[in-house]
């Protein structure tokens, strides 16, 4: 199968959807999804587990595909017709999978190295330029205390931060991270979710897929809530992030407050 080159030209969304069904293992997990996010903005989607946010992100990484039919298009920077290999070039994707494929005796500043290269072990004939990109964003995420610590030895929010950075190292333009505070205890937590908070001063812009509201904090210029397959909320925090809402996505009653730029959400009586 022939994927022709992705388009240079400027377009004001980089992935864009209009009614698209995607099926796996039998089941329809994508329902007649119409989606379009703009380079600008970034977007974070929350839903309950087994909602489709998987999917979605498995729909933008090329993982699968949704059916072709006449009233569906879909369009990933501007083109139906996809390379892959230049796809992910522009797109770096974070889960909870790659921990799994780490040497546990790699050192943080090898792991970022590694993404230079698309692989996930020490990297031999490294060149001063490659130990300047990393010296770089290390030093703009503010992580150079993790540098020389083996993998195996830190925290699992530590491993996270350092994962992300690793997909940073290539600069890609849309950063997605999947699940990034799962499993998760409270300190690890919110070390992850302030260190993305400062990715807002580089060029990359994020797509966050999670089920934590605790995530939406001030970097996110909008909020898709997503079940079983459909988008049932769209738009700004303050249009989104409602009680009403929150009881249609996660059925049961919760009351949400905003403070201080975060969402706080607590279970109403039955």
Known sequence: MYFGAISLVVNKYWF???NINCFKNGFRVIK???LQIDYSENAILIGPNGSGKSSLIEIINRNIYPLDTNESTLKIFNNEIINIWEL?????????DIKNRINPNLKVFDLILSGLY???????????????KVESLIEKMNISSLSERYFSYLSDGEKQISLIARALIKKPEILILDEPTTNLDYKSKYFVIDKINELSKLNTKILCVTHDISMISKIYDRVIMLKSGNIIADGNQKEVMNSSNLKKLYDINLEVIENKGFWVISRLSK
Request: hydrophobic share 15%; aromatic share 4%; proline share 0%.
């Open 16 to 18: 864009e959807a209009k």
């Open 32 to 34: 007649n999804l119409t």
């Open 88 to 96: 992910r070039k522009r797109i770096s994707t974070v889960n909870n």
């Open 118 to 132: 698309g692989r996930y072990c020490h990297i031999s004939n490294q060149s001063k330029r490659d130990h300047e």
